[in-house]
């Protein structure tokens, strides 16, 4: 089986703009998280989509936001970029609804960086 | 509030040593416990994870874990270290009893360098 896949892995914005990541969950995987990881804050988990829905959501702005379609494919956006920003942002999938006992596969990352 | 500490930011050691990666928790419920391994420009692969039963965890790759409620421990462990065990492991919990939320919280890392 594949795994999961993230585009575009390497990203530059400047500030203020906006930005699009996608990410394609394992075939069967109806769960996707995303995480943002940078040295200062380490991991922290940014939100969880099932069939579509955000099941849960983490301590970040309103300028974050996501989405899940019905072929369990996901998309988060960032809008106004900030300096702060530049992170990796990594893509989980997992097999039920993810946050509880499930193992959650992770993808590549993308690589942001907003100049 | 869960939080997970992994005391040390590297840990250096020897090819065919035994090595430890520390990693302790604080939860209000019953832990769900997570190992990871990351490599240099690569997203997390999972080792393995504790839910319940056996206090001896085995994983992937020949690492094992051991679950110690009465310390709130779940150090990773492996008997052999190899070279290419040189990566970024980091240790998370879900708190099963946190108000039906189970957001994981990832400790700092530990960067685990085998020493040829």
């Known amino acids: 089986k594949a795994g999961v896949t993230q585009t575009p892995r390497y990203l530059i914005k400047t500030r203020g703009q906006q930005v699009t990541l996608s990410c394609s969950p394992i075939?069967?995987?109806?769960?996707v998280s995303w995480y943002q990881q940078t040295p200062g804050q380490g991991l922290q988990f940014l939100f969880e989509?099932?069939?579509?829905?955000?099941?849960n959501k983490g301590n970040f702005p309103g300028r974050f936001s996501g989405r899940q379609f019905s072929n369990s494919r996901s998309e988060m956006n960032v809008s106004t970029l900030e300096l702060g920003d530049s992170a990796l942002y990594l893509c989980?999938?997992?097999?039920?609804?993810?946050?509880?006992?499930?193992?959650?596969?992770f993808g590549p990352g993308t690589r942001l960086t907003v100049l | 509030a869960q939080s997970v500490a992994q005391p040390e930011d590297q840990v250096n050691v020897a090819e065919g040593n035994p090595l430890t990666v520390k990693c302790t928790y604080s939860v209000s419920g019953n832990p769900y416990l997570f190992w990871y391994v990351q490599y240099p420009n690569r997203g997390l692969q999972f080792l393995l994870k504790y839910i319940t039963g056996d206090n001896l965890v085995k994983g992937s790759y020949g690492f094992e874990a051991e679950f110690n409620k009465s310390q709130t421990s779940f150090h990773l462990k492996k008997p052999s270290a190899l070279v290419s065990d040189s990566a970024l492991y980091f240790c998370?919990?879900?708190?099963?009893?946190?108000?039906?939320?189970?957001?994981?919280?990832f400790g700092r890392g530990t960067s685990l360098i085998v020493h040829p």
């Open positions: 075939s069967g995987h109806r769960s």
């Open positions: 998370a919990v879900r708190d099963f009893a946190s108000g039906g939320s189970y957001i994981p919280t």
């Open positions: 989509y099932f069939s579509e829905t955000q099941r």
């Open positions: 989980a999938s997992s097999q039920g609804r993810g946050l509880t006992t499930d193992t959650q596969y």
